[in-house]
C-alpha cells in the first residue's frame, strides 16, 4: 500500500504528532499542470490539496482521483489518463492531494480514525471538495464516483464507506477493503499478511461508519496477481465486504477474459452488475494501463503506473457508465480548452481560486453573461452549442 512505509516507521510514529499546516507543500510531480488548485474550501481540517479539472460540459459526473504514496495529484492524473478521459466523456474532475507535513510518503492516512471516520480529518477534507464542486460547476449530483491507487485505493475505501449516500459508484486498485486497520502496525499486517474477516463481519464495518441504509455504490476492484507490496488476497476481501453489503449472492454471475486478463460480476436480482473484480495475472503494485491511439487505452508509464495491455481508468469509467461517445465537435472544443490552459499554466502560476458565496456566484455569471454578448469567445460558444444540435 505505502510502498516504502517500512522503511519509514520510526519517521511514522514521529509524525502522528506533527501540526498538520493548510498551506501548500512542495512536492514530487510535474511543476506545470493543466489542473487548477483551489486553495481554500470550506474548514479543510486534513489539510489536504484541490485540485481540479472542469471540461466545458455542463451538468456533468464528477469523479474524484486519489493518488497514491509517492504521487501527486498531477503525475496520477498522467499517469492513468484522467484527464484524457474526461476531455473525451465531459466529465469533470477533482483531485485532491496530500501533503508530506501530513503523511512522510505523501500517501493519505488511510489507517488513522482521525482521518477515515465521517465527519472528521481527510474524509471531511474530501466531503468538502466535493460539495465544492457542487457549488462551483454544474455537477450532477446523482453521478459522483470516486477512485484510486494504493494508499489512494485505500482512501477511496474510507469515502465510500463513510459517505456512501455521495458515490453512484467506485473502484479502488491494489488496495485494501474499509476497517481492515486503525494504527500503523495493523496497516503493516494487512498490507503483507491480509486480515481476512467474514464477510458478515467486513459488511458491518461498512454498515457502522455512516446512517446510510442503501442504496449502495457499486464497485470496481483491480489488483496485481503478483503484488508483493499489497498482496492480491487483500482484493478477495473487499469483494466479501461489499458482497455483503448489497447482500448478493456469493458466487460471481459471469467470467470472461477482457483484454487477456480475467474479470468476475456479480449481480442483483433485477441483473445489474454491481461488483467488479479483475485480476491481473503477473502484474506486481500498480495501476494497469494500456498505451495507444485506440479509444480504450490513455495514459503514461511510470513507477507503479504499469503498462500490460488493459487500461484500468477506461473499464472503469465504462463500469460506471460514463464512456458513451461524445460527438465530435464536444470532443474538440474539450481538447482546445484543455491545450490553452497547458500553454497558461507554463507562463504563469496557477491562479488562485477560491469558492465564492452564492450570491457572489449569480452576480458574476450575470456580470459575465452581459460583457460576453459580443465577445469572440460568446460567439464561438455559440457555434459549438449550434454544431452539438
Request: aromatic content about 10%; proline content about 5%.
Amino acid at each position: 500500500m505505502i510502498p516504502f512505509l517500512t522503511q519509514h516507521r520510526q519517521r511514522w510514529k514521529s509524525a502522528y504528532s506533527w501540526h498538520r499546516f493548510p498551506w501548500p507543500q512542495p512536492g514530487p510531480g510535474p511543476a506545470i499542470s493543466h489542473l487548477t488548485e483551489v486553495y481554500e474550501f470550506a474548514s479543510n481540517p486534513g489539510a489536504l490539496r484541490m485540485f481540479k479539472y472542469v471540461p466545458p460540459r455542463g451538468k456533468s459526473a464528477l469523479v474524484v482521483v486519489l493518488h497514491g504514496s509517492a504521487q501527486t495529484a498531477s503525475s496520477y492524473d498522467l499517469g492513468a489518463g484522467w484527464s484524457t478521459l474526461a476531455d473525451r466523456y465531459g466529465f469533470a474532475l477533482v483531485l485532491p492531494q496530500q501533503q508530506v507535513s501530513n503523511n512522510p510518503n505523501n500517501g493519505f492516512n488511510w489507517f488513522l480514525p482521525g482521518d477515515i471516520e465521517r465527519g472528521r480529518g481527510e474524509a471531511l477534507s474530501i466531503r468538502q471538495m466535493i460539495e465544492t464542486m457542487f457549488i462551483s460547476h454544474r455537477i450532477d449530483r446523482r453521478r459522483v464516483f470516486i477512485t484510486g491507487l494504493s494508499a489512494g485505493g485505500a482512501m477511496a475505501s474510507v469515502m465510500l464507506a463513510t459517505y456512501p449516500e455521495l458515490f453512484a459508484a467506485g473502484a479502488v486498485i491494489a488496495a485494501l477493503p474499509f476497517g481492515t486497520a486503525t494504527n500503523l502496525n495493523e496497516a503493516l499486517e494487512s498490507m503483507v499478511h491480509v486480515r481476512a474477516r467474514s464477510a458478515r463481519e467486513w459488511g458491518d464495518l461498512v454498515r457502522a461508519a455512516s446512517p446510510h441504509r442503501g442504496p449502495w455504490p457499486r464497485l470496481s476492484v483491480w489488483h496485481g496477481g503478483a503484488d508483493a507490496v499489497v498482496k492480491a488476497q487483500n482484493a478477495d476481501q473487499i469483494v466479501k465486504q461489499w458482497i455483503d453489503v448489497h447482500d448478493l449472492d456469493h458466487n460471481p454471475a459471469l467470467e470472461e477474459i477482457v483484454d487477456g486478463y480475467r474479470r468476475r460480476v456479480w449481480r442483483h436480482r433485477m441483473g445489474e452488475d454491481m461488483i467488479e473484480s479483475y485480476t491481473i495475472a503477473g502484474m506486481g503494485h500498480g495501476t494497469p494501463l494500456a498505451t495507444g491511439s485506440a479509444e480504450q487505452h490513455c495514459g503514461v508509464p511510470s513507477a507503479f503506473m504499469l503498462d500490460v495491455g488493459i487500461s484500468s481508468s477506461y473499464h472503469i469509467a465504462k463500469f460506471w457508465g460514463l464512456t458513451r461517445q461524445r460527438r465530435k465537435f464536444d470532443s474538440i472544443f474539450a481538447g482546445w480548452r484543455r491545450n490553452s490552459r497547458s500553454q497558461a499554466a507554463a507562463s504563469q502560476s496557477v491562479a488562485r481560486d477560491y469558492v465564492p458565496k452564492a450570491h457572489l456566484v449569480k452576480r458574476s455569471q450575470a456580470s459575465h453573461s452581459r460583457r460576453g454578448g459580443a465577445s469572440a469567445g460568446a460567439a464561438l460558444s455559440r457555434l459549438v452549442r449550434w454544431l452539438r444540435g
